[in-house]
């Protein structure tokens, strides 16, 4: 299996911030991966395909981009509704898998 | 704007077969590509398996052996089987919907809002 790993486990910001979230890769995937956002208690949310293409209705202040065996996520203007885990998965290899998670907090 | 609702029950007992059924609307169950995934409490998501509106259907070496999946057309539905469940197998399982990207690969793009289901005697 392909081994997807996230970092910062997590990360503390203010509003206004701008994080960026890494996941790497154990082997090269091109750009088959994707972004999720989850809230407590709620289902995972897509917000990016393709390392870097937003999911309709993902505002653009989320950003991906990557190839091969790094990708990150870049959330701008962090407001309070931003604050979650986010996860990557990429789709290329069998099974599909996915990484440990990123959990954004309020500083 | 395609909606899924997982149902089912919500505990079952070790070595029982866990069943359940995801509801599509708004959108056609047919040549689709309809996913299982599932979330132990706490921990990452893991990918259980796909199927298509043709009844075609691959799983997770990991799980194959005990996942069965289906297609009720009819009722805009499919279903998920897991035989011989320990408390492993507790999670939130989410059904999801999988389109092709550009260059055909399966991405998920929506997700159903998960069930929890508990092995437990």
């Known amino acids: 299996d392909i081994q997807m790993t996230q970092s910062p486990s997590s990360l503390s910001a203010s509003v206004g911030d701008r994080v960026t979230i890494t996941c790497r890769a154990s082997?090269?995937?091109?750009?088959?991966l994707a972004w999720f956002q989850q809230k407590p208690g709620k289902a995972p949310k897509s917000l990016i395909y393709?390392?870097?293409n937003l999911q309709n209705g993902v505002p653009s202040k989320f950003s991906g981009s990557g190839s091969g065996t790094e990708f990150t996520l870049t959330i701008s203007n962090l407001q309070p509704e931003d604050f979650a885990t986010y996860y990557c998965h990429q789709y290329i290899g069998y099974p599909a898998t996915f990484g440990g998670g990123t959990k954004v907090e309020i500083k | 704007q395609v909606q899924l609702q997982e149902s089912g029950r919500g505990l079952v007992k070790p070595s029982e077969t866990l069943s359940l059924t995801c509801t599509v609307s708004g959108g056609s169950i047919y040549n689709n590509y309809w996913t299982w995934i599932r979330q132990p409490a706490g921990k990452g998501l893991e990918w259980i398996g796909r199927i298509i509106s043709s009844g075609n259907s691959n799983s997770n070496p990991s799980l194959r052996s005990r996942v069965s999946m289906s297609v009720d057309t009819s009722n805009n539905q499919f279903s998920l089987k897991l035989s011989s469940v320990t408390a492993a197998d507790t999670a939130v399982y989410y059904c999801a919907r999988e389109l092709y990207d550009t260059d055909y690969y399966l991405y998920i793009e929506s997700w159903g809002q998960g069930t929890l289901v508990t092995v437990s005697s």
């Open positions: 082997q090269g995937i091109s750009n088959y």
């Open positions: 393709a390392a870097s």
